[in-house]
């Protein structure tokens, strides 16, 4: 399905939701460009994403045993210790308080992703502002963590480099950098599964038969390792603001 129109969810949510999300939307300032249709696809499916998860996890805690754990468990209990292990790898100091986020950050990207290979969905990722809030929040998170870790002042002299002669050189390229971060993980996730997303709806209109199936596992593919590659970047983040070599 384009990606201009809307999707048929949309439709359901501008039908009989569009005036509490207008109530919302004024509330903060920012006004839906068309109060009948406010919903638009990204939104939508973020919720229907969100909605999904508090299911999912509904029917693990209510199905989490020790002596017997199901499939479910299982496979969740595989995801936690595959976070838990990256982020020991990758951040020296503090790694098992980042694992709940990063986590979380994990599946709810993945979801995301995933989301757009159920014919009649898309992937929110592929509108900029969805891996943009993503972003933003991976860069406030791991400056606070640094600030945590080290204390204001100790944090600041991250960006100041090895050696004071060298600090009003290396302070404006450290600003630069990190604010180039979230612009990074921005262009990377959107860039990759809006080009995803176009391959296989191209494929799909142009051959038959068992071909497009290839290129809807390349999407699944792709939507696993961008999800995988937003978390660890998050985590070398957190471990560059935690580190205490300086």
């Not at 496979?75 to 976070?83: D, G, K, L, Q, S």
């Not at 998050?234 to 603001?241: F, Q, R, T």
């Amino acid at each position: 399905m384009e990606h201009e129109a809307d999707l048929w969810f949309t439709k359901l949510l501008n039908e009989y939701l569009a005036g509490p999300l207008n109530a919302l939307l004024n509330a903060v300032g920012h006004p839906a460009k068309n109060p009948a249709h406010p919903w638009e696809n990204w939104i939508a499916m973020e919720v229907l994403v969100v909605a999904i998860i508090f299911v999912l996890f509904g029917l693990l805690r209510s199905r989490l045993s020790v002596d017997k754990p199901g499939k479910l468990q299982m496979t969740f209990e595989a995801v936690y210790n595959f976070v838990s292990g990256q982020a020991h790898d990758a951040i020296d100091h503090g790694a098992s308080k980042t694992v709940p986020l990063m986590g979380a950050i994990f599946i709810f990207v993945l979801f995301m992703n995933l989301i757009g290979v159920i014919p009649g969905f898309e992937s929110p990722t592929m509108t900029p502002a969805v891996p943009a809030g993503l972003a933003v929040t991976v860069f406030l998170y791991y400056h606070w963590m640094g600030i945590r870790a080290q204390g204001f002042g100790k944090y600041l002299l991250h960006f100041a480099g090895p050696m004071v002669a060298l600090a009003p050189l290396m302070i404006p390229i450290e600003v630069i950098s990190h604010f180039a971060r979230p612009l990074s993980l921005t262009i990377r996730l959107f860039a990759n599964m809006f080009a995803g997303e176009r391959v296989t709806l191209t494929f799909l209109s142009l051959t038959f038969f068992g071909i497009p199936a290839v290129f809807m596992g390349l999407h699944v593919f792709v939507a696993f390792l961008q999800a995988f590659i937003f978390m660890l970047l998050a985590m070398i983040y957190v471990g560059g603001a935690v580190a205490h070599e300086h």
